[in-house]
C-alpha cells in the first residue's frame, strides 16, 4: 500500500503551486519542508519586535496569471498593489532618475533628450521578446531525447510548437531573441543610450541575482527574465503583496490545503527511496519512511542529486553534469527596521520615490567595478544595492510613523577567498551597506534599529539555497530552457521513473512565477492519467 500518490519535497511557492494543482486534479498529496513555515524564499516573518518584513523574496511581478486566476488566489486574501513609482536612481552628483507611469520619459528628458526620444523603441523591443517569454513560460521546453519512440514523437510535436510560436516573430524580432540570449546588456545599452542612470536601470535587471559583470555575455537574458510580469494586468511592472511575499504564499498553501493537499513542517528530507530504479517515497531525518507512486522535487536540482538521491542509483553521466551544475547569484539580503523615512539628498522630501525601487548603483561601469571587487575581495566594496521600503504601501509591517525596509546588495562572492567565512564577515559587509546607504540618505544609518542580515552562507542555511542562488542555479545558457536542469531532462522528469522536477531549477527557472510548480504538475497528470495527459 502507498500512503500517498505524490510526496512533494519542498513547501516554497513551486512546490506548493504544484500541490494544488495535484490536489485539485484528485491526487492525494504530501508536501513536505524542512523549515517550520511554508513558503521556501517567499516568506514574511517579524524580524525585529513590531516590524515584519519578506524575508528574502521582496517585490512581486513575474507570478503568472493564470495560477493567479486558477487557484483564486484573491479569494485566499492575496492582494497585490503597484508602487506609485516604479524605481529611482539618485546619482551621486545630486541628479536622479524616476520612473513609472507618466514619469519616465520627462525625467529621462531632463537627463539626455535623445535617450528619451529612444526609450520607447528600446522598451518595444524588450516588451515584444517578453511576450515571447511568456507565450514559453507555461510550457515544457523542447525536451531532447534520443531515438524514435513515442516520446521522440511527443518531443518533435514540441519543437514544432515551439518554431510556430518563433515564426511569428519578425526577422528584426528573431535578431533581438538572438541577442537578448547571447549578447551581454551592457554592450546592448551602450548602443542605445548615452545617460548612465537610464543604462543602470536597465543594467540593474541583468545583473540581480547574476555574479556576473553587466558586460558579461548572456546578461542581456537576465535583463529580460525580469521584464515578463505584470502587476494587476499591467506588463512589465513590478508591485508589492499586502502582508509581504509571505501573502502569496500564504495565498498558495491556502488553496492547496483546501483542494485536500496534506502540508508537514519541520519534516526535512533526508533520502529519496529508490527501488528498481524508480523513486518510490523518501526517508525523513527521524527514520520515517513515506511512500508515493511519485516523487517530485522543488529543491535545487544539485542538492536533490548530491545529497538526497543516492548517487549509486543514478547513472553516472548525469551524477556528473549535475555536479557542475553552477550555482551562484553573489546576493547579500538584510531587512531593517526603520525610525524614520530615509532622506536623499537628490529628492530630499518624502515622495512617490520611497514607494519605488530605490537602485544604487549609477552606471554600468559601477555594475562592472562591483563585480571585479567582489571577485578579488569577497564583496564590493562600492556595492550594487536595491532598497525597497515596503511600509510606504503597506501599513500593516511596520509600527506607526516606522518603516521596514529591504535592502538586496549584489556581487557578494558566494565563497569567500582564501578559506574566509561569511560568519565572520557578516556584521562588517552589513555595516558597509548601511554606509553605502547613507551616503545617498545621509543619517540613514541613525534610522536603523533593528537589522537581519542573509549572507549567502546564511540563504543556504535557512533556506536550502545552495551557494545562495536565489534562482537554483544561474540563469545561464547553458542552463535554460532545454538545458534546464539538463539536457534530456526538460520535461520535468528526472532519470529515475517516477521522480519530478518543479522547482525553480526546471524551466522557466527562478523568480516567484509558480511556472515550474504549474508544469511539472500537468506532467505528473499526463504520466498518471496517460490517455487524458
Ligand atoms: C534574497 C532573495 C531575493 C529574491 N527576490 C525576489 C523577488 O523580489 N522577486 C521574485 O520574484 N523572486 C525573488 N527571488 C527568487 C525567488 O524567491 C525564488 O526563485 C523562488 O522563491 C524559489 O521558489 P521555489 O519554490 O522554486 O523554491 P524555494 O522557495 O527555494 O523552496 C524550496 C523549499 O525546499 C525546502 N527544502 C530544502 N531542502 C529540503 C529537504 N531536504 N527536505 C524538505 N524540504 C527542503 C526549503 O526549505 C524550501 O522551503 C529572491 C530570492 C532570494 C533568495
Not at 21 to 44: E, I, N, S
Not at 56 to 85: C, F, Q, W
Not at 295 to 320: I, M
Not at 339 to 344: C, E, S
Request: with cysteine; net charge neutral; glycine share 10%.
Amino acid at each position: 500500500m502507498r500512503e500517498t500518490d505524490v510526496i512533494i519535497i519542498g513547501a516554497g511557492h513551486n512546490g506548493l503551486t504544484c500541490a494544488a494543482y495535484l490536489a485539485h486534479a484528485g491526487l492525494r498529496v504530501k508536501v513536505l519542508d524542512r523549515r517550520k513555515v511554508a513558503g521556501g524564499a517567499a516568506v514574511t516573518e517579524e524580524f525585529h519586535p513590531g516590524f515584519r518584513n519578506s524575508v528574502a523574496a521582496y517585490t512581486v511581478s513575474l507570478l503568472n496569471p493564470k495560477i493567479l486566476a486558477d487557484l483564486k488566489l484573491s479569494e485566499h486574501g492575496l492582494r497585490i498593489v503597484e508602487r506609485r513609482a516604479q524605481n529611482f536612481l539618485p546619482a551621486p552628483d545630486g541628479r536622479y532618475l524616476l520612473t513609472g507611469e507618466g514619469r519616465t520619459r520627462p525625467s529621462l528628458a531632463s537627463l539626455s533628450p535623445r535617450d528619451a526620444d529612444r526609450l520607447d523603441a528600446f522598451n518595444r523591443r524588450l516588451e515584444d521578446i517578453a511576450d515571447v517569454l511568456r507565450a514559453f513560460v507555461l510550457r515544457a521546453p523542447p525536451n531532447l531525447v534520443e531515438g524514435f519512440g513515442a516520446r521522440a514523437f511527443r518531443e518533435g510535436l514540441n519543437a514544432l510548437g515551439t518554431a510556430n510560436l518563433l515564426r511569428q516573430l519578425s526577422l528584426e524580432q528573431q535578431r533581438t531573441l538572438l541577442d537578448l540570449l547571447t549578447r551581454s546588456a551592457g554592450e546592448m545599452l551602450d548602443e542605445v543610450f548615452e545617460h548612465d542612470l537610464i543604462k543602470a536601470l536597465f543594467g540593474f535587471d541583468a545583473i540581480v541575482g547574476n555574479y556576473a559583470s553587466p558586460y558579461a555575455a548572456g546578461s542581456a537574458y537576465v535583463m529580460l527574465h525580469h521584464a515578463f510580469g505584470e502587476v494587476n494586468g499591467k506588463k512589465g511592472i513590478w508591485g508589492h503583496a499586502i502582508g509581504g511575499m509571505g501573502a502569496i504564499t500564504q495565498a498558495i498553501a491556502a488553496a492547496a490545503r483546501q483542494a485536500g493537499a496534506d502540508i508537514a513542517l519541520d519534516a526535512p528530507v533526508r533520502e529519496v527511496i529508490v527501488e528498481r530504479d524508480r523513486a518510490t517515497g523518501v526517508i525523513l531525518d527521524n527514520g520515517e519512511a513515506i511512500r508515493a507512486k511519485y516523487v517530485a522535487s522543488s529543491v535545487n536540482p544539485k542538492l536533490l542529486y548530491t545529497r538526497l538521491v543516492p548517487s549509486d542509483a543514478l547513472p553516472s553521466d548525469f551524477l556528473a553534469h549535475i555536479k557542475n551544475w553552477r550555482n551562484a547569484s553573489g546576493t547579500f539580503r538584510m531587512n531593517v527596521a526603520l525610525n524614520t523615512l530615509p532622506a536623499f539628498t537628490a529628492l530630499p522630501s518624502p515622495g512617490d520615490h520611497l514607494t519605488a525601487g530605490i537602485i544604487l548603483a549609477p552606471s554600468l561601469g559601477y555594475m562592472d567595478r562591483a563585480w571585479q571587487d567582489a571577485r578579488d575581495h569577497g564583496w564590493s566594496r562600492a556595492p550594487v544595492i536595491e532598497i525597497l521600503i515596503p511600509s510606504t504601501l503597506d501599513d500593516g509591517l511596520a509600527p506607526p510613523n516606522q518603516h521596514v525596509a529591504s535592502l538586496f546588495c549584489q556581487h557578494v562572492a558566494p565563497e569567500l577567498p582564501h578559506g574566509a567565512s561569511w560568519d565572520d564577515h557578516r556584521e562588517e559587509v552589513a555595516d558597509l551597506m548601511i554606509a553605502t546607504v547613507d551616503h545617498y540618505a545621509p543619517g540613514f544609518g541613525k534610522s536603523v534599529i533593528g537589522r537581519q542580515i542573509l549572507s549567502p552562507l546564511d540563504l543556504e542555511r535557512q533556506f536550502g539555497l545552495l551557494g545562495g542562488d536565489i534562482f537554483h542555479g544561474a540563469l545561464t545558457l547553458n542552463q535554460l530552457f532545454s538545458a534546464r536542469p539538463m539536457l534530456g531532462h526538460a520535461d520535468y522528469r528526472g532519470p529515475l521513473k517516477g521522480l519530478y522536477h518543479c522547482g525553480s531549477g526546471a524551466h522557466p527557472g527562478g523568480g516567484v512565477t509558480g511556472a515550474p510548480g504549474h508544469n511539472a504538475a500537468r506532467v505528473i497528470l499526463a504520466d498518471h492519467r496517460p490517455l487524458f495527459g
